[in-house]
């Protein structure tokens, strides 16, 4: 800005004025435009923060487990029949209790008086676990009858499928003979190949 000092005595006062102006009115300008820019900057980081805020708030509820445990169980029959406990928890980490026939390729009678295989954990791979919860999303449990088969042959091995939902509730069925439906058959399926392709960890 061009001051009035001895040097520019014979500048009119009305050129002096006029460059005042220009350079306040420049200098308000520039002010009012970095004002511009803060607020373009600042609407623009908290529009990030409320995107970050409400995918956040929605993440956990995508995530919530319909399921708390799933329970099942196998009981022998007059053959070979895989003996096993098999306890799967919302968070993937599972409990397997192997009694008998569930390792050997080979079976026999003799391994009933061998002692039980032991007690394993593991952790479901992401896609196995999954899996289990399309099954039993398609199962539709809470519509399974609680009992299924006959006892009119005897011999025969019995499932156990129980799960505790997140609500509280929970459903139990029985399957003799394990011929309940054909969609609960595929499931027992899936349990059973869950004994030999899940990492389990000896803990007795």
């Known amino acids: 800005m061009l001051k009035y000092n001895h040097t520019n005595r014979g500048i009119s006062p009305v050129f002096l004025l006029i460059n005042l102006i ?18 373009i900057y600042v609407m623009k980081y908290l529009l990030s923060l409320f995107a970050f805020v409400l995918l956040s708030s929605c993440g956990p509820q995508k995530m919530t487990a319909k399921y708390s445990t799933i329970e099942y169980e196998a009981t022998p029959c007059f053959g070979f029949c895989p003996v096993f406990k098999m ?15 569930n390792f050997s390729d080979r079976p026999s009678k003799d391994d009933f008086s061998k002692p039980r295989e032991g007690t394993f954990r593991g952790t479901f791979k992401e896609t196995d676990y999954n899996q289990l919860i399309s099954l039993l999303d398609g199962l539709n449990v809470q519509s399974l009858n609680d009992k299924y088969g006959s006892h009119n042959v005897t011999d025969l091995p019995t499932s156990y499928l129980r799960v505790r939902f997140a609500d509280g509730t929970s459903k139990n069925i029985e399957d003799y003979g394990k011929r309940g439906s054909e969609k609960l058959s595929e499931l027992y399926t899936f349990f059973e190949n869950l004994r030999k ?3 389990w960890t000896k803990v007795k």
Do not use: G, P, V, W
């Open 87 to 101: 306890t799967i928890n919302a968070d993937r980490t599972a409990i397997f209790e192997a009694e008998h026939f």
């Open 197 to 199: 392709n899940q990492q």
């Open 22 to 39: 220009y350079h306040t009115s420049h200098q308000m300008y520039l002010e009012h435009l970095l004002k511009q820019i803060i607020q």
